[in-house]
């Protein structure tokens, strides 16, 4: 797990952020896939790490191509790398996810960030019957050492045909299901920020776990799936 990211990657970005335009990304094209290069062995070495405690069928490491078809911002480039890392479905639930950019704007992520609207409403209706294994293992010391906690989208008040006085309508009225932890550029370059990610991904586990089994079973706790 020796391997390294290399100060190019934010360099490169840093540059691109002031000249993100066709030409200049064209006359630098070779050394942007020349970085991207490096990148990608840095994904599917990611990758491999979570293969040995994990099961995962597929990373996706997203363009640096924008889509500008329906958006304000028509900046044709992104400034930095992303990559999803898909757990085999539909026995595993729940995914990760590697953000690379400069300015201390990196971070790994890992949970739920749209669910389905049946998987919603399980998650929802699992919560209003018993909280107590979800908060043993959100509030378990070395778990929120490393990912704190949730973030992401909710309702104001309570969804359709929940109380908004529920004990639990803390975490009923969420839309999200996500933890993040953010690198500075410091830490992104250290020698360890493999082995770092690795570890934190690996600390999601009992969540995982925890949230595979709702998904996969009804409030019977009866498989769903064949």
């Not at 019957?129 to 973030?151: C, L």
Request: hydrophobic fraction near 35%.
């Amino acid at each position: 797990m020796s391997l390294v990211l290399q100060p190019s990657v934010f360099d490169f970005f840093k540059r691109l952020e002031k000249n993100n335009n066709r030409d200049w990304f064209n006359e630098n094209k070779q050394e942007f896939k020349a970085i991207e290069s490096e990148v990608k062995t840095f994904y599917n070495t990611v990758l491999n790490q979570l293969n040995t405690h994990d099961e995962i069928d597929k990373l996706k490491i997203f363009r640096i191509y924008r889509d500008v078809r329906f958006s304000k911002n028509k900046l044709p480039y992104k400034t930095h790398f992303g990559g999803l890392f898909h757990r085999v479905k539909p026995r595993l639930r729940g995914g990760y996810y590697l953000h690379i950019q400069p300015n201390n704007e990196s971070f790994i992520a890992t949970g739920f960030w749209d669910p389905a609207k049946e998987d919603l409403l399980r998650i929802r209706k699992e919560f209003e019957m018993d909280d107590s294994e979800i908060r043993d293992i959100i509030e378990e010391k070395s778990f929120k050492a490393v990912w704190g906690e949730f973030v992401g989208d909710e309702v104001k008040t309570a969804p359709k045909g929940f109380s908004k006085d529920h004990k639990s309508i803390d975490l009923i009225r969420k839309k999200q299901f996500l933890f993040v932890k953010k690198y500075s550029d410091k830490a992104v370059l250290d020698a360890h920020f493999l082995k770092n990610i690795s570890q934190a991904f690996k600390t999601i586990r009992p969540y995982f776990d925890y949230m595979s089994d709702v998904l996969t079973t009804d409030l019977n706790g009866v498989s769903i799936i064949e």
